[in-house]
């Protein structure tokens, strides 16, 4: 017995150097129970959101207000399902398989953004989404390229770079309405109006109130807390809002010189739980359509298993 404990010890002794010298931790590798369902929770809960973030912006495709804009969408959608394809890979390195990744998405024991329970009401939500939405996720998702688990941070060089893009097309959209007609202003203002607080709640919790944050620090899995990530999202789009000409939905916000940022209002943390414990505008919806496109496409996936195994029966023989 005193034999194992010590080579337990042993073990996470090397993993907690390997975390010191900043060298990134492998599938074969040993690594504590935790720290794998940490990461199974964190990474599966992002694939989730990839995929079910493509139905907000889904809903447009065929009302986009050109050609030109139409493909771009739905290059941007098809990028959303690579990206979950990616990180649903990356979660089965550590063992979980990914039909019970999805099980427990359909269940509703795993979660995914609340920023997707939330309508998308007009085009000018398209732009919000790309510009706010997407631009919150590059300011979590570039400090995640230095995670610690390698499958994941390897993952998600290629997942920046699309989002860069994706930001970048939602702030056109976003710059030509605002630039248009009084209409067309009011519908990106309004949009504004809709999607700032809640891009401001995809940082996740207050720090003082997040479970996982400073145990996923010391683990070197996030390397910022959700509050200074959060602020350095305010600090930088607040410009962008000012450049376009619209008007950032916040009367609070007012430029702190002694910290160099924005101070700005409170957010409405009664409704960022209700939407995280399922009861937000379109979670019921949202999930609803998974578990439809999930069941009509079973067909597909049999099919596909069938020839699989019909090839492999052939390279055998």
Known sequence: MNSLKLDENQLIENFEAKLAKNEMIEPKDWMPAQYRKHLIRQISQHAHSEIIGMQPEGNWITR??????KMVLLAKVQDEAGHGLYLYSAAESMGISREEMLEQLHTGEAKYSSIFNYPTLTWADMGAIGWLVDGAAIMNQVMLQRTSYGPYARAMVRICKEESFHQRQGYEIM???????????EMAQDALNRWWWPSLMMFGPRD???PNSAQAIKWKIKRETNDQLRQRFVNQTVSQVEKIGLVVPDKAIKWNEAKKGYDFGEINWDEFWTVVKGNGPCNKLRIANKIKSHDEGAWVREAANAHAEKNNKTKAA
Not at 64 to 69: G, H, L, Q
Not at 175 to 185: F, M, W
């Open 175 to 185: 710059n030509v309405l605002a630039s248009g007609s009084p209409e067309q202003k």
């Open 208 to 210: 003082e109130e997040s």
């Open 64 to 69: 986009a207000p050109s050609m030109r804009r």
